[in-house]
């Protein structure tokens, strides 16, 4: 992860966090439930 010049997450990388985010609570909805292969 990178920090802009201030230090500061830029607006980028906050989207890039939250689609993270979101595939890593998705992977484990799929463990805790039946396992379908991607």
Not at 15 to 32: F, T
């Amino acid at each position: 992860m990178h920090l802009d010049d201030t230090g500061r997450l830029t607006p980028r990388h906050t989207e890039r966090l939250a689609a993270l985010r979101d595939e890593l609570a998705e992977r484990r909805g799929r463990v805790g439930g039946h396992r379908t292969l991607a």
